[in-house]
């Protein structure tokens, strides 16, 4: 599911940015942990009231392995390896900590669950600042037979639900505000660009899985954005979002964008309207990007293309890949049914409803040494 979406490498020096620490104090210092405690507290609140959600929708909730055969097939997340040891010396195997319990969770689907929720804590190289770190904990949840619109409405009860337990009426993040209990805002992707960027995106799309970069390269040095040697037209794209579209979102109320080029979602279906598109969206507030929820790709073959045409971008950009999990492909090819999914930040939510700056904030311990 990725999300809590983190983006190429074009975003990798915001990734890096010192995250904003206690005065200095180690974490575990007590005055540190007492600066801590209200957005603990709050976040404790949030918790419970998210549980209290699921369970009145009627869901289950699960425990997945963070250790997998393959940690997310994203190209530009980077992943913890390990190694799993048996009682012989030969007997070694690598494995991940996950980036997402996607693939785990999807296999319960097949199994049978029509409605599963999961709070897991999942692993992400590379990533620091004031809204990332490298373990963190994601909210992830599955619909069997829904489509992912529906994924509003819960989106829409999780955060109404969390502002109240952390007993606020509205979110301020930044400068910015955000009313969770006002009518929110669906905005399509397209939309977005035409009006904050003035820019036609379908016009510089053909529906490919690697389109050809040059129309919409002009079209951002048009408007002073600058495109770099070897930018990918999905790399552009990810340009434009930063610098004129992303920092309006949610501000206000909350926005749903929709409607993301299909070859921005590999695990997504494409939308029966027009196949250029995709069945996904992301939830933003304060300008802050909380959820990403796809309409979930259910054919093994597509979806196996997808996976080989993301590893071999990864390997060209980064010179790695990451294995594919053929058991999860198995079970597609056993029967997954058409079903909707989504991951939301968990952090970042407590962050909203217990008035955090950082994420830091919102954690007991960051992860030790970073």
Same mark, same amino acid.
């Given at each position: 599911?990725?999300?809590?979406?983190?983006?190429?490498?074009?975003?990798?020096?915001?990734?890096?940015?010192?995250?904003?620490?206690?005065?200095?104090?180690?974490?575990?210092?007590?005055?540190?942990?007492?600066?801590?405690?209200?957005?603990?507290?709050?976040?404790?609140?949030?918790?419970?009231?998210?549980?209290?959600?699921?369970?009145?929708?009627?869901?289950?909730?699960?425990?997945?392995?963070?250790?997998?055969?393959?940690?997310?097939?994203?190209?530009?997340?980077?992943?913890?390896?390990?190694?799993?040891?048996?009682?012989?010396?030969?007997?070694?195997?690598?494995?991940?900590?996950?980036?997402?319990?996607?693939?785990?969770?999807?296999?319960?689907?097949?199994?049978?669950?029509?409605?599963?929720?999961?709070?897991?804590?999942?692993?992400?190289?590379?990533?620091?600042?004031?809204?990332?770190?490298?373990?963190?904990?994601?909210?992830?949840?599955?619909?069997?037979?829904?489509?992912?619109?529906?994924?509003?409405?819960?989106?829409?009860?999780?955060?109404?639900?969390?502002?109240?337990?952390?007993?606020?009426?509205?979110?301020?993040?930044?400068?910015?505000?955000?009313?969770?209990?006002?009518?929110?805002?669906?905005?399509?992707?397209?939309?977005?660009?035409?009006?904050?960027?003035?820019?036609?995106?379908?016009?510089?799309?053909?529906?490919?899985?690697?389109? *050809?970069?040059?129309?919409?390269?002009?079209?951002?040095?048009?408007?002073?954005?600058?495109?770099?040697?070897? *930018?990918?037209?999905?790399?552009?794209?990810?340009?434009?979002?930063?610098?004129?579209?992303?920092?309006?979102?949610?501000?206000?109320?909350?926005?749903?964008?929709?409607?993301?080029?299909?070859?921005?979602?590999?695990?997504?279906?494409?939308?029966?309207?027009?196949?250029?598109?995709?069945?996904?969206?992301?939830?933003?507030?304060?300008?802050?990007?909380?959820?990403?929820?796809?309409?979930?790709?259910?054919?093994?073959?597509?979806?196996?293309?997808?996976?080989?045409? *993301?590893?071999?971008?990864?390997?060209?950009?980064?010179?790695?890949?990451?294995?594919?999990?053929?058991?999860?492909?198995?079970?597609?090819?056993?029967?997954?049914?058409?079903?909707?999914?989504?991951?939301?930040?968990?952090?970042?939510?407590?962050?909203?409803?217990?008035?955090?700056?950082?994420?830091?904030?919102?954690?007991?311990?960051?992860?030790?040494?970073?």
């Amino acid at each position: 599911m990725h999300p809590h979406p983190f983006r190429p490498s074009i975003k990798s020096a915001h990734l890096m940015s010192a995250p904003i620490r206690s005065a200095e104090l180690p974490p575990w210092h007590p005055e540190a942990l007492a600066r801590r405690r209200p957005y603990l507290a709050a976040r404790g609140r949030v918790l419970n009231a998210v549980r209290r959600v699921f369970e009145d929708l009627a869901f289950i909730e699960v425990d997945t392995p963070a250790l997998q055969v393959s940690p997310g097939m994203e190209p530009h997340l980077q992943a913890f390896a390990t190694e799993l040891r048996g009682p012989h010396p030969d007997d070694r195997r690598p494995l991940y900590l996950h980036t997402s319990p996607e693939f785990a969770m999807k296999k319960l689907l097949v199994a049978g669950l029509p409605r599963l929720w999961q709070l897991a804590h999942v692993y992400r190289n590379g990533e620091r600042s004031g809204t990332h770190a490298p373990e963190f904990s994601m909210l992830e949840w599955y619909r069997a037979g829904e489509g992912y619109r529906t994924l509003i409405d819960d989106c829409r009860e999780l955060l109404c639900a969390g502002a109240e337990a952390g007993g606020r009426r509205s979110f301020s993040f930044r400068g910015m505000t955000c009313d969770p209990f006002a009518p929110w805002r669906v905005l399509t992707v397209p939309d977005a660009f035409r009006e904050y960027a003035g820019i036609d995106l379908m016009a510089t799309y053909d529906g490919s899985h690697d389109p *050809d970069p040059a129309a919409l390269a002009a079209e951002a040095a048009r408007i002073g954005i600058t495109p770099h040697h070897g *930018d990918r037209w999905e790399d552009i794209v990810f340009r434009i979002m930063f610098d004129r579209i992303e920092p309006h979102l949610g501000e206000g109320v909350p926005c749903v964008l929709t409607d993301y080029p299909l070859c921005m979602a590999a695990l997504s279906r494409p939308k029966p309207e027009d196949p250029r598109l995709a069945e996904r969206f992301e939830l933003y507030a304060c300008g802050l990007e909380l959820a990403n929820a796809f309409g979930e790709l259910t054919d093994p073959a597509v979806q196996r293309a997808r996976f080989e045409a *993301d590893m071999a971008l990864k390997e060209r950009l980064y010179g790695e890949r990451f294995p594919v999990d053929e058991d999860f492909l198995a079970a597609l090819e056993h029967g997954m049914p058409q079903s909707s999914g989504i991951a939301m930040g968990f952090d970042r939510l407590a962050m909203l409803c217990g008035g955090a700056e950082s994420i830091e904030q919102v954690l007991w311990l960051p992860v030790a040494g970073v």
